[in-house]
Structures are given as structure tokens and as C-alpha cells.
């Protein structure tokens, strides 16, 4: 399975599994596990891919899985700080956190200023929408914990990214979100359709591909107008994200990391490892030996690269890309889809179009698309009228 263009571009690492909310649509199997990941188990991971030949020149570093700041600020500074000792300098990375932002204080923006690290914050929406489903363990909403953080990274200049699930309620709200989004300054916000993934089953998905396709449509729609018309949303991840794919693609990277073997290498805290999406790691499929490639103790990566399970996963994936190569027509938009969607709808790696792709792919694409195609007709409009016009005396 060692291909000579295998480049390691994502390294999400899971720092403990736990994590201090019980999220109603949390698809992780061990968010009640305490183990932490060791100084040790984080070094000898990234002296396994420094002292490889697949390590790519732009390295992302994501702590993320349970809630990685229920670990101390200096965890992660002393880790940092193994991870700049043996990086090559022929390496950049950056660090990045996605947290639920309830244990946010001052100690943490100090580290996110001092090693530039990105961050992506998950607030749902206003109270109502947030607390449906993002709740403590005891069953209360953290809708003020979480913009306690908010208003702090604010308040310290700490630049972030807001993630907010779209579940049923919120997919008719979408001038409800715009107007939070504006009145608490959040500028750049990422949208994630609740899916059905592990043991949750997301209602969206269950009520039909096409009336939860026609609701996305008229959400992004809406909230897309709307942040035109009122300035304040600087970036809307479904929307500005197909708009470089389609109209300055030499600016997007094309290609689609979670179809490619060690793109994303996916460690838990005990060392293990993963690839392809993230999601898969802690899920037990004895055709796809758990999904695990190997551990970072034992095995170098070549060993994982040659795995029965990198192999049994590898070609069923590629199976799956290629039969969208044949079949769609946004294919050069994706890539070849999630992994984890097609196993979690179909019941298979060797799969095309989900509703999860239809949603957070071809609806955006359509949106744009539909957008553009209006603005030419408005141009041929003004174009004929104003040939139209006299000619001045």
C-alpha cells in the first residue's frame, strides 16, 4: 500500500477522550474514558513521522476527540514543546484545538496567542438552539459557559471560528443564527448538518433525502442573503469554500485527504492509529480489523502502510472514489466523499453519494451555481438595455 506520493498532512491526535458535556448527538463511543495520551505516546509519534519520508513541508496538528481542554494549559505547552524540539526544519506546522469553549479562561488564550494556534469554537445558535442538545452531564444547558469563553477569546484578541450543528430546529432558523452570529461578532461560521454516525442516528437523515436537502437549500439560501445584505459574516465555510473550488481552483488544493492512506493520521490516546476520517477510530469492524492500522509504539509506518487493515480499507475506498468518478458530476468538488458517511448510510466503503455529501457538497455547489448563472442574466439584461438607450445629443 506505500504509494511515493503518501504525504502526512493532518495529524489529529486525541489527548483524552473524555469529555466534561454530553452533547445529545455525540457519535463518540469512549467520551466517558479518562485516559490521557503520554509525553511519551506524542513523541514517539512524531519521531515516527519526522524520521519518515511521508511527512508533508504544511503539518496540521489537531487536538481533538473528547474535549482536549479538560487537560491542563501546561499538557500541551510541555507537549508543544517535544513537538518543536524534534521537528526538522523543513517542516511548518500549526497547532489547532476544536473545544465546546466551557473551560476557556486566560491561562488558555495566553497559549493560543503564544503558539498561534487555531481554534474552532462549537456554539449551536442562540440559548434555545444551543441547549437542545449541547448539555452538561447533569442535563443542564451550557449556553453561558460556552459565550463566557466566546466573549473572552474576543475580549483577548484571539482569532476563532465558529462550528454550529444544524439540527431540525435550526435548519428553519436561519435568520435567527444570523442575527446571533452579528450581535456577539462571530465573522467566520462553519455549518455541520447533524449526521447519523456511530450510535447516533441523526432525524435529518431519516426523514428523506429530499425534504432535508429542500430545508439546507432554503437555510444556506437564506443565511447567505442575509450576510450579504447586512455585512458582519466574513466567511461561510459551505459557501466560500465551493466558491474557490469553482471559480479560482488554482488556489484549492484538489483533492480530498480522507480518501488518501495516512493523509489524515488519526492517534488515540493510547498510541493507536488510524487513517482516512477520524471518526473511525474507537469503532469496532472485524472486516476492517477495528480500523486500525497499528500503534506507534510497535509499529513503524511502513508497517501500518502495509496493514491488513490499511489494505482491507484501502481498496473498498478506492472502490467507493471511483464509482463516483464515474457517476457525479461534482466529483472534482469532493474527491470521493467522506469514508465514514458512506459506511455509516450504506453500510459500505465501496459506495457513491450519501445525503451527507448531497448536503454539505451538491447543495452548496447548486446554491452558487444558481447564484452565478443569475448574475450573468442580470448582466446581459443591463447589457441589451442599455443598447437600447438613445444616443445623447
Given amino acids: ?145 460556552a459565550m463566557r469563553g466566546a466573549r473572552l477569546l474576543k475580549a483577548e484578541g484571539i482569532r476563532f471560528h465558529i462550528i454550529s450543528v444544524l439540527s431540525q430546529a435550526a435548519l428553519h432558523k436561519a435568520g435567527e443564527l444570523h442575527s446571533f452570529y452579528l450581535e456577539e461578532g462571530f465573522h467566520d461560521v462553519c455549518f455541520n448538518v447533524e449526521e447519523s454516525e456511530g450510535d447516533h442516528v441523526s432525524t435529518l437523515m431519516q426523514q428523506g433525502k429530499d425534504s432535508t436537502r429542500l430545508q439546507f437549500l432554503q437555510f444556506l439560501q437564506t443565511f447567505w442573503t442575509l450576510s450579504r445584505e447586512a455585512p458582519g459574516i466574513d466567511f461561510i465555510r459551505e459557501i466560500d469554500g465551493i466558491i474557490t473550488r469553482i471559480f479560482r481552483p488554482e488556489e484549492a488544493k484538489v ?10 493520521m488519526n492517534v488515540d490516546c493510547k498510541g493507536n492509529v488510524g487513517t482516512f476520517s477520524p471518526e473511525l477510530l474507537g469503532y469496532r469492524n472485524e472486516r476492517y480489523h477495528d480500523f486500525l492500522l497499528g500503534n506507534v509504539h510497535t509499529h513503524t509506518l511502513e508497517q501500518m502502510l502495509h496493514s491488513e487493515a490499511m489494505e482491507a480499507m484501502a481498496i473498498d475506498i478506492r472502490a467507493g472514489v471511483e464509482a463516483c468518478r464515474q457517476e457525479c458530476d461534482y466529483f472534482s468538488l469532493c474527491g470521493g466523499g467522506a469514508p465514514v458517511n458512506k459506511l455509516a448510510e450504506t453500510g459500505s466503503f465501496a459506495s457513491t453519494e450519501t445525503s451527507f455529501c448531497n448536503l454539505v457538497q451538491i447543495v452548496p455547489a447548486d446554491l452558487v451555481l444558481r447564484a452565478f448563472s443569475q448574475m450573468e442574466q442580470s448582466l446581459v439584461e443591463v447589457s441589451q438595455s442599455d443598447e437600447l438607450l438613445p444616443a445623447c445629443a
Fill in 255 to 264: 483533492g480530498n485527504d480522507q480518501v488518501e492512506p495516512l493523509a489524515m
Fill in 1 to 145: 500500500m506505500p504509494q511515493s506520493d503518501t504525504r502526512i498532512r493532518t495529524v489529529v491526535l486525541q489527548p483524552t477522550p473524555f469529555c466534561n458535556i454530553r452533547c445529545k448527538y455525540c457519535y463518540l463511543p469512549t467520551r466517558d474514558d479518562t485516559s490521557t495520551m503520554s509525553l511519551d505516546t506524542i513523541e514517539t509519534t512524531f519521531r515516527r513521522i519526522f524520521e519518515s519520508t511521508y511527512a508533508d513541508e504544511d503539518l496540521t496538528i489537531i487536538w481533538h476527540a473528547g474535549e482536549p481542554l479538560v487537560l491542563p494549559v501546561s499538557y500541551y505547552e510541555t507537549a508543544f514543546q517535544s513537538i518543536e524540539r524534534l521537528r526538522p526544519t523543513s517542516v511548518r506546522l500549526r497547532h489547532s484545538f476544536q473545544t465546546n469553549g466551557t473551560l476557556l479562561n486566560k491561562a488558555w488564550c495566553d497559549l493560543f496567542r503564544r503558539w498561534n494556534v487555531g481554534l474552532g469554537l462549537s456554539i449551536d445558535g442562540p440559548r434555545s438552539l444551543h441547549n437542545a442538545n449541547r448539555i452538561t452531564r447533569a442535563g443542564k444547558g451550557t449556553f453561558d459557559q
